[in-house]
């Protein structure tokens, strides 16, 4: 029997720990955007994000019976807080299974509301199925942080406020994050049914596209691995009860990149001077990109701000990308003479225009290699610079969207190999915590010689190694054979232009 979810969100208990938030205008983004924005603003919850909604009316519906047994949950760390709290206002115990690479702000915050925490596994899957193990062998009820009726209807309840806060008949679309399904399905299915012209568009980050696959499919399916870097929807199955209801009411999923969420993080504080974490930011990259897309005016959208918590080192990484997924920075591969006066006559072509990072080393007595960043005032400004230095006579390749130049390369231009023989390059990428990097080189082992390496703390839940490795051709086959035994993500890029122009032999 389908449930009825207006009736079940009319009636779900969220107010005792959840607050009813604000939608809250953005008028910066709105004027830029020419269209009016608003924010609902989740990351003002008790735990700040929206899973506490969910969590307390899952456990506030269990019969005391239930209840005593205590409760288990697995989670990257939001909806553990949910549970957390939830439990302890109903004053039953809780066990919060979560992934080693969990980002210490919510292990330390789910601490503070006495939930017994148990972290186990690299990734939400590992942490999950020992959720499920451990509730079967100490009779605990776990809490699905999605796949769960009660759950989708406290998620729910977010809608029933916007339309409470907001008419109906005013609003064009609703942007909502989407990990596992939970939030877009009880949105959805309350929206969609008081009033069916409202867009449902839910938004994921391009490396974990689990609903965008699944519908695009027309049944789940279960992606092989997931960026971390949106801890808070790196699901790589959503659950089947929001699938459903994602295929009945949601009118398209739109992926957006990591740079893109920077962007949107920087939006978001621009606006409220509060930072959201990346999954938080994920409605407003929708929206702009949805802007952009459709080059529509004057409408009215909603972004789902859904959680706050940000590990503070993380803040380095996402200032560097913010101006890069914004369009307000482009880098380049420039090849100019290697003679007096070569750099005055490049920022002469430049003008006003600001050179935010140059670096260069001496290559040969002919020509160097240079790495340049640029600020841009506008994003149409991009191609026209390009052609400005092209014409000028200088050699210009456009580096902004090359993932390898802007994690490695821009940090570590030193000079070209010469004679260094079969040497292969691969950007890795690994859980991190304390360490992780020998770990990691020892899984690498010592058969082959690394002849480059590069790797640099960003302040995220996952190391990133860039390794160049000399492997003869009679032992490719073994050495690919070992890469997949590891378990690691990798990328082989050894064609990759940028590694071609300034450390390629």
Partial sequence: MQENYVEKIL????????????????PRLSR??????????????????????????????????????????????????GVALAARTRGIPAVIVMPLSTP?????????????IVLHGDDYDAAYEHAIELARRRNLVFVHPFDDPDVIAGQGTIAMEILR????????????????????????AYAKSLYPRIKIIGVEPEDAASMHESLR???????????????GVAVKRVGEENFRLARQYVDEVLLVTTDQLCAGIQDIFEDTRAIVEPAG?????GIKKYVARENCKDRTFIAINCGANMNFDRLRYIAERADIGAQREVLLAVRMPEAAGSFLRFCEVLGSRSVTEFNYRFGDAEAAQVFASLALSQKSERESLIQSIAHAGFEVRDMTDNEMAKLHVRYMVGGQARGLEHERLYRFEFPERPGALLKFLRAIGSTWNISLFHYRNHGADYGRVLAGIQVPPDTRE????????????????????????????
Avoid: M, W
């Avoid at 499919?217 to 801890?231: E, N, S, Y």
């Fill in 281 to 285: 930011a994920l409605a407003v990259a």
């Fill in 217 to 231: 499919a027309g049944q789940r399916v279960t992606l092989d691995r997931v960026g971390l870097f949106a801890d």
């Fill in 11 to 26: 009636k779900a208990k969220v107010y005792d720990v959840a607050i009813e938030t604000p939608l809250d205008a953005a």
């Fill in 478 to 505: 073994d050495f690919l054979l070992h890469l997949h035994d590891l378990h690691y993500a990798y990328t082989d890029e050894t064609e990759n232009l940028a590694y071609k122009i300034f450390l390629g032999g």
């Fill in 32 to 81: 830029r955007l020419e269209n009016r924005v608003l924010f609902k603003r989740e990351d003002l919850q008790p735990v700040f994000s929206f899973k506490i909604r969910g969590a307390y009316n899952k456990i506030a519906q269990l019969s005391d019976t239930a209840a005593q047994r205590g409760v288990i949950c697995a989670s990257a760390g939001n909806h553990a807080q």
């Fill in 165 to 188: 806060q907001h008419h109906g008949d005013q609003i064009d679309a609703i942007f909502v994050p989407v990990g596992g399904g939970g939030l877009i399905a009880g949105i959805a």
């Fill in 104 to 116: 210490d702000i919510k292990v330390s915050a789910v601490a503070s509301f006495g939930g017994e």
